[in-house]
Structures are given as structure tokens and as C-alpha cells.
């Protein structure tokens, strides 16, 4: 394996976050190589007359693979830890999750998170004799200082939480878990590793769907997760390994080139959503407007002081479905869609899902990186159309 880093120390306050989007991870240069290295497409590797051995040769690319390695080098050196890749985020997550939970035991999961992570716990964990507590991403430092934690093995916390963005104080509920002996995960997906740190804030693993705004370009399928603990990641390493969650060549390969451009994207994302924000909560026709870094939104003092810096993801309310239906008619350049952070403006309707506690008219904005103006005035004009 090459040496990695090029002298260059990762941690935030040393190079910028341009910087470590494009050289996290990277090995140092070497004359006549690629800048990046090309992806290796291979299932088994020669082995020669050598036994196959942990940390020797690469042997079979479902246990692990050049360009994996690659991948969560840059991802880890974001995360401040080291990471494991995975197909999706939801096999992320699986995996921050299965490994360390067994009969009898108790995890508390957001109720107002990712609905898919509540899917898994009813569908799999459950009739395992894993029980799953569920509690509001508003209550769980309330629960966190009664003591509710205290029988737990694992708790997940999603902050900002998806799709109602309510932040939640991740170095208080670490020390409560800490107190207590249970693992704390983090599903830091809507901020990114740019955005916040859940390791250095206390979480134990700290998980990302990737297929959003990390690659964010609409156009892949992938989930990490990083920690400081050399346990936890052995024991995902062999998760991984039975399960065969591991992702392909071809998606890490993409995935890194395109996290280079996250420092960008991220920063017009969010110029964009502060614009969008003050549109909306102008608008005669919108209510309940979140953008966690506007002044005056519920979350914004405690993502001030947790989070690094914004993201493009706002959420509002408009009177029910039929307004929706409209809005999305007159806009050119919102698309219906789900998923978020990615390079097109999209407006997701939540309610159409069936799975979040949400109003009809409940709706995500994903800002895109599409000029300012155009989004405003898009948007404005389609706002108009409503009456
Ligand atoms: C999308 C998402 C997931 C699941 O990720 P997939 O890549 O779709 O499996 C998990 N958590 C959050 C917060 C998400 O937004």
C-alpha cells in the first residue's frame, strides 16, 4: 500500500476545505503517474506462488481494493478517521448498526430521520430481539440528561435531521452514551464531513450516504463510515466482508473524483439556499421556512456552534399537495425529485412518500449550483403563479 499523505496535515485550520476535497488521502506525487490513480477493475488478483495474507497483496477485491483504498483515504482524512465505503448508505448504516447490536438489546433511533433507517429497525432488527425506542431529534438531549439512555447499546442520532432539519447537540448526547457504555452513531449525511465532525464531537461512528451532496452529482449509489477506533472498524472490515456491501471499481473511482469538487459545490449549494430561504419566508404562500444558518430558524444557535459551515438542503410548508402540483408546474428549473444535494435544484413533496410525519404541503428544497439569480427568480415567479 503507497504512503499516503504528501506532508500536508488534513485537519481543519491547516489547509482549507478546497485543499483537503482535492488532496485528502492522496499519496505522494510520483513523476509520470497519473495526478489520480485509474480505477482497477478486478474481482481476483494474481496471487503468484505466495498464500493469500491480511495486509499482503490485494486477493480478492469483496474484502478490499486499490481503488477503495483510495476512496476512504480521502473520505477518512475529511471524517478525521478512517473509513470503510459501502454500496450504498443504507448498507452504511446497516453496517455502523448489525455488527454491534445482539438479542435483548436497545437502540434509540430518531423519529424524524432518514424513514429507511426506521424501515431496517422494524423490519430486521426487531425480530432479532433487538428492540428500537424512537425518539424525536428535539428530545433526545432531554432523554440523554433523565437517563433514558442508560439500557441502551446503541443510539443514532441524524442532525441536521432529514427532511425537518431540527439540529441536535452531538458532544452531550456523547457524553451521556460515553456514561453509559453504548455506541454513538451519527448519520452526518445532510451536513458532510466538511460540514461537522461527529468523531471529534464524541460519536463513536460516524456514517454518510454518499449518494447525496459528497459526490452530488445525482448520478451515484454510495455510504461510508469513518471512526477513531480500531475495534469498531475491524469488526465493520468483517461485516463488510461476509455481507459483501463493498462497493465496485468504477463507484469509488467516481465517488473520489467527485468529491474533489465538494468545497465547491457546497459553497454555492448554500449561497443559494439563503437566497432561496428569505424568498420563501417573504412569500405569502409559504410557511414553517428551516434553513438551520438563517437567523432566527429554531436550530440556528446550536448549528452555529456544532457545524462547520452550510449546506443547500431548506425545508417549508406551502397550504397542501394541490399548491405543490402547481408550483412545480410553473417553476423551469426546480425538478421534481427526491434525494438532495446534488447539482440540480430539486423539490421534493415528502408527503408522497408515506413515511414522514409531515404536512401534505410539507416540501425539500435541494439548491442546486445554478446561479443565484436564475434560482430566485425562477422560484419567485413560480411562487407568483400561485396567487
Ligand atoms: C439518503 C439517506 C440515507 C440512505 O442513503 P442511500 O445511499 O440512499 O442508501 C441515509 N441517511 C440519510 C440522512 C439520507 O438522506
Redesign the pocket.
Known amino acids: 500500500m503507497s504512503e499516503r499523505s504528501w506532508g500536508g496535515d488534513m485537519t481543519p485550520g491547516s489547509w482549507g476545505d478546497g485543499t483537503r476535497s482535492v488532496r485528502a488521502g492522496e499519496a505522494a506525487p510520483v513523476p509520470g503517474a497519473p495526478l489520480r490513480p485509474s480505477p482497477v477493475f478486478a474481482a481476483p488478483f494474481h496471487l503468484g506462488d505466495q498464500p493469500p495474507r491480511a495486509g499482503g497483496a490485494d486477493a480478492y477485491a469483496r474484502t478490499e481494493h486499490p481503488t477503495l483504498r483510495d476512496f476512504e483515504a480521502a473520505v477518512g482524512e475529511l471524517d478525521g478517521g478512517r473509513c470503510l465505503s459501502f454500496a450504498?448508505?443504507?448498507?452504511a448504516?446497516t453496517a455502523a448498526v448489525l455488527p454491534f447490536v445482539g438479542a435483548g438489546d436497545r437502540v434509540v433511533l430518531p423519529s424524524d430521520?432518514?424513514y429507511?433507517?426506521r424501515l431496517l429497525a422494524a423490519g430486521e432488527l426487531e425480530r432479532f430481539g433487538v428492540r428500537a425506542d424512537y425518539v424525536p431529534t428535539l428530545e433526545i438531549e432531554a432523554a440523554a440528561a433523565r437517563g433514558d439512555l442508560q439500557d441502551a447499546r446503541l443510539v443514532l442520532l441524524?442532525t441536521p435531521s432529514?427532511p425537518q432539519l431540527d439540529v441536535c447537540d452531538i458532544a452531550a448526547v456523547a457524553r451521556a452514551t460515553r456514561a453509559a457504555g453504548a455506541l454513538l452513531v451519527v448519520?452526518n449525511?445532510?451536513a458532510t464531513p466538511l460540514g461537522q465532525r461527529p468523531l471529534a464531537l464524541g460519536a463513536g461512528l460516524t456514517v454518510g450516504?454518499?449518494?447525496?451532496a459528497l459526490t452530488g452529482h445525482s448520478d451515484l449509489?454510495?455510504?461510508h463510515v469513518s471512526t477513531t477506533d480500531d475495534e469498531l472498524h475491524a469488526r465493520m472490515a468483517s461485516w463488510r466482508g461476509h455481507t459483501g456491501s463493498t462497493p465496485g471499481p468504477f463507484e469509488a473511482w467516481l465517488g473520489h473524483r467527485s468529491m474533489s469538487t465538494l468545497d465547491l459545490r457546497l459553497a454555492r449549494q448554500a449561497v443559494n439556499a439563503a437566497a432561496v430561504a428569505e424568498l420563501l419566508a417573504a412569500s405569502p404562500a409559504v410557511t414553517g421556512v428551516r434553513w438551520p444558518w438563517r437567523a432566527g430558524d429554531p436550530s440556528f444557535a446550536l448549528a452555529a456552534r456544532q457545524m462547520l459551515r452550510p449546506n443547500g438542503v431548506v425545508s417549508a410548508e406551502l397550504a397542501g399537495e394541490a399548491e405543490v402540483a402547481a408550483l412545480l408546474a410553473a417553476t423551469r428549473l426546480w425538478t421534481a425529485a427526491t434525494?438532495?444535494g446534488g447539482v440540480h435544484s430539486t423539490i421534493d413533496r415528502r408527503a408522497q412518500w408515506g413515511a414522514d410525519a409531515v404536512a401534505p404541503g410539507f416540501v425539500r428544497l435541494s439548491c442546486g449550483i445554478e446561479d443565484t439569480d436564475d434560482l430566485v427568480a425562477d422560484l419567485a415567479a413560480a411562487l407568483g403563479a400561485l396567487g
Open positions: 450504498t448508505g443504507m448498507a448504516i430521520g432518514y429507511t433507517t441524524e432529514n448519520d449525511t445532510t450516504s454518499d449518494t447525496k449509489l454510495l455510504g434525494s438532495f
